[in-house]
């Protein structure tokens, strides 16, 4: 495929299959990881698009600054949270649309380091995310809300969009990018290897080339040949990107990041191949901190969310909001908490499953790991639960994945009017043993052949 670069000139751009899949591989494994949205915002606590919600003038927010100190953040007890919880991986912001630095940027004064803690919050995350064995990422707002060379008057989000005194004349966004640009250098070469970038958002003409996305793609590759990068370079929360066109561009992101949704049918690209992708989702309803929103989602609701997104091929970032004292919120731990408990008796039908191909069954999902099939069981049936999916004879043992005991198949014969199910036995007990979701693993016999391989060829 041919591109323009910024001078015109023409450029082709491979895209290699086999180099995407082996850089996706710990990804796709993961399935599950932590969003960490903070910033100077926890301290209005009114959630991170305070700025331009109000209406708040660069003269009115900076002052936050000297008030940044939060004495109680400790970032190994954030990543033992996100561990325990059974996550595998953590993306923080090291800049968000406010334009404030989480970190010590060479290029602007607006930083942490500043502020009374005079701490580089990203270092000392990333840091404690090794420590805990966690695949550690940053996200980073190509919108800033406090560059004076960014679009402010008639922007569709800035916090002066509304106010002809900030009009644009004058205003040089080339410089704006040499900003971002050099921004991104340095998160690249001064911290170690990083295994995610989260760029957040383009919108109306800012996307892809209006950012110098190839020649920024281009740098961060070099200097983070195996980093995963979001879509939002070329779309946000909404659209999919030009992997998922099957036209992948220099800037195509690796994997499709819809917000607060789960894809009611998974995702897959033009061609009908699966296509990777992360829902991102708020415990409340807000990103960055705020005080007020205590809708938080309960852990059960959160626990059959994750295993949705696995059932239809995803991931789920979960998000946290710390408050500005470094904490997290009190309902935030609790919640991770219960799906930690949940996550540590049935991690295995988590990580490295996808899709089943197997319809979801009325009581629950699937979610498959090769030739292993794992049911999830919400909702107890009346009597012996029927095994949809598999011709009976080619089980060949089903076991509670929370502690190994057997499960036989129901010899009942109440069900011998439908010989083309097998029908397992959960025991006299008409309550399930987790009500939350009772998963059952179960192998098949490989003399046969495995539906997985089956349904793998249909994929
Ligand atoms: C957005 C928002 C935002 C949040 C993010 C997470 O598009 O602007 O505040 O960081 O998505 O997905």
């Avoid at 080339?174 to 970038?197: F, M, P, S, W």
Wanted: aromatic letters at 14%; glycine letters at 8%; charged letters at 25%.
């Amino acid at each position: 495929m041919l591109y323009y670069n910024k001078v015109g000139i023409f450029m082709s751009f491979v895209f290699s299959r086999e180099a995407y899949e082996r850089r996706m591989k710990w990804y796709t494994e993961a399935r599950f990881g932590m969003f960490i949205h903070w910033g100077l915002y926890a301290i209005p606590a009114r959630g991170e698009w305070v700025r331009s919600n109000e209406r708040i003038p660069n003269e009115c927010y900076d002052p936050l600054i000297n008030e940044f100190d939060p004495k109680h953040c400790d970032m190994r007890e954030w990543m033992r949270a996100a561990r325990d919880a059974g996550m595998k991986y953590v993306v923080m912001t090291a800049k968000h649309h406010d334009g404030f630095c989480l970190y010590d940027s060479a290029y602007t004064d607006f930083k942490s380091t500043n502020s009374p803690s005079g701490r580089d919050f990203v270092r000392e995350y990333l840091d404690a995310a090794r420590f805990f064995g966690l695949r550690a990422g940053l996200y980073f707002s190509l919108i800033d809300w406090r560059h004076p060379d960014f679009p402010h008057y008639g922007d569709r989000n800035h916090p002066m969009r509304d106010d002809p005194k900030y009009e644009n004349s004058g205003r040089n966004f080339g410089r704006y990018l040499d900003y971002l640009h050099a921004q991104v250098r340095e998160l690249c070469t001064n911290y170690g290897k990083l295994d995610i970038i989260w760029f957040d958002f383009s919108y109306d003409e800012l996307r892809g080339e209006a950012w110098r996305a190839t020649e920024l793609m281009k740098m961060v590759r070099s200097l983070q040949p195996d980093v995963i990068i979001d879509n939002r370079l070329e779309v946000s929360g909404e659209g999919f990107g030009s992997l998922a066109a099957c036209r992948p561009t220099p800037y195509h992101g690796d994997f499709v990041s819809p917000e607060q949704i789960i894809p009611p049918e998974g995702l897959k690209d033009a061609e009908g191949k699966p296509l990777i992708w992360e829902s991102c989702v708020t415990l409340n309803n807000h990103w960055g901190y705020c005080a007020t929103d205590k809708f938080y989602k309960p852990a059960p609701m959160l626990i059959r969310k994750l295993v949705e997104c696995v059932s239809k091929g995803g991931n789920l970032l979960l998000n946290v909001g710390p408050d500005a004292t470094g904490r997290f919120p009190k309902e935030a731990i609790d919640t991770l908490q219960q799906i930690g408990t949940w996550m540590d008796r049935n991690g295995d039908s988590i990580y490295g499953c996808g899709v089943a191909g197997i319809d979801k069954p009325e009581y629950g999902r699937i979610t498959r790991r090769e030739g292993t099939l794992y049911y999830h069981i919400f909702d107890n049936t009346l009597g012996p639960l029927p095994i949809f999916g598999i011709e009976p004879g080619r089980i060949k043992s089903i076991r509670r994945l929370a502690d190994g005991s057997e499960v036989p198949i129901s010899k009942s014969w109440v069900h011998s009017d439908y010989p083309h199910l097998a029908f397992a036995d959960l025991g006299l007990d008409p309550v399930l043993p987790d009500p939350i979701d009772t998963v059952i693993e179960i192998r098949l016999n490989n003399d046969d052949e495995t539906i997985y391989n089956k349904v793998r060829k249909e994929l």
